[in-house]
């Protein structure tokens, strides 16, 4: 065993990995806490031993002085899905008699970082959270301080024993990719977020899905990856629309790059949906206001609150009642919104 790993950086999620075992088992036997037959027990032991994990006193100290407080972590304060999203918590939390800290990391790891340490030294019971994608070590140590966490909108993989309440954004993509195609669409461009996200591989999954069973090109010059930030939403369907053979269709995958491609189509001179079809992932207010109304594929996204909500409060009670944990993923249904922002490309009109 290298000696880097024996010290005090050695986390739960080391002595699980080495064990063989998961995280919810490794935290039952270090807190002895629930059921762990003989076998799996000493597993877990030996690895302790071999790795030198030392538990947090500090930790130990802060689960038991526990306070009613969540940590809502979202990316962005401005956008609206957030907003609807922080909505359905805060209805439920004050249902349910809990405090609520809200947390935006602007899609900062760093600042992601920063926020879970300041969550775990407030003692704060649980957290509600849409991951960055980064910082897997720091969760393990959340994790391994007890504090219940949901992940919402994303998940981690790293990080299987969390409960997570998800849109499904596959199933979504494919719907929106698929109307188009049956309108006549050949050529349909995607502005999507990072793969890194959990949403983004998504979305992009549901995207490439619609296109190979209609036996159409994935067009590379039509992928477009980028942040889920408006400037780059901009730049990006600038370079759609300057492509020599451009697209006829363009799906933006959530509402903020949806407002940037409107807004780049319309500044174009381009008219929706008699030059270019639009649809994005996601129902916010202007998406109805606009003309053309723009087709979206709506969330439940008050429900992913809520839901997130009412999963870290069933964890606390289980953990007084010291009952057993299955994680839990929730999938909720998107549904497919149409209006007047898309019609058969010009070929076919």
Same mark, same amino acid.
């Given at each position: ?48 031993? #071999? ?5 947090? !006193? ?17 990316? /962005?304060?401005?956008? $609206? ?11 439920? %939390?004050?249902?349910? +008699? ?7 990391? @602007? ?15 407030? =003692?704060?019971? +649980? ?26 909108? =994303?998940?981690? *993989? ?11 954004? #596959? ?23 990072? &793969?890194?996200? &959990? &949403? ?5 999954? +549901? ?13 590379? @010059? ?37 407002? %940037? #491609?409107? &807004? !780049?189509?319309? %500044?174009?001179?381009?008219?929706? *949906? ?25 969330? $439940?996204?008050?429900?992913? +609150? ?15 009642? /010291? ?15 149409? =209006? ?10």
């Amino acid at each position: 065993m290298p000696k880097s790993k024996m010290n005090h950086s050695v986390t739960i999620k080391d002595v699980a990995e080495l064990a063989g075992v998961s995280l919810a088992t490794a935290s039952r036997v270090l807190n002895n806490t629930g059921y762990v037959s003989k076998e799996t027990r000493s597993k877990v032991q030996k690895a302790v031993k #071999v790795l030198g994990y030392k538990p947090n !006193e500090l930790a130990r100290n802060l689960k038991k002085r526990r306070s009613d407080t969540i940590g809502l972590m979202i990316t /962005d304060i401005i956008n $609206p899905f957030y907003s609807y999203l922080a909505d359905g918590v805060l209805d439920c %939390a004050r249902k349910l +008699g809990y405090h609520v800290v809200l947390c935006a990391t @602007d899609e900062d790891a760093h600042l992601e970082k920063e926020y879970l340490v300041v969550l775990m030294h407030q =003692r704060a019971a +649980g957290i509600i959270a849409v991951p960055t994608g980064e910082n897997v070590k720091i969760w393990c140590e959340a994790y391994d301080l007890g504090v219940k966490m949901v992940l919402v909108d =994303r998940e981690l *993989p790293d990080l299987p024993e969390t409960d997570v309440v998800l849109v499904d954004n #596959v199933k979504g993509a494919y719907e929106a990719i698929k109307y188009l195609i049956e309108l006549g669409h050949k050529q349909i461009a995607i502005v999507n977020g990072p &793969t890194t996200t &959990t &949403t983004g591989k998504g979305r992009l999954e +549901g995207y490439q899905r619609a296109m190979q069973e209609a036996n159409l090109p994935l067009i590379n @010059d039509y992928i477009e990856q980028v942040s889920f930030k408006g400037e780059s939403g901009k730049a990006a369907a600038k370079r759609l629309l300057a492509l020599p053979n451009p697209p006829t269709a363009i799906f933006a995958t959530n509402n903020v790059l949806g407002e %940037a #491609v409107f &807004t !780049e189509i319309n %500044a174009a001179g381009l008219r929706i *949906p008699e030059d270019i079809s639009l649809v994005l992932f996601d129902d916010v207010p202007w998406a109805s206001l606009v003309n053309p109304p723009i087709t979206v594929v709506s969330q $439940p996204t008050y429900q992913l +609150g809520y839901l997130s909500m009412e999963l870290v409060h069933r964890r606390l009670q289980q953990e007084k009642d /010291d009952s057993p944990v299955t994680p839990q993923k929730s999938l909720l249904k998107p549904e497919l919104i149409i =209006r007047k922002s898309c019609i058969a490309p010009k070929q076919f009109n």
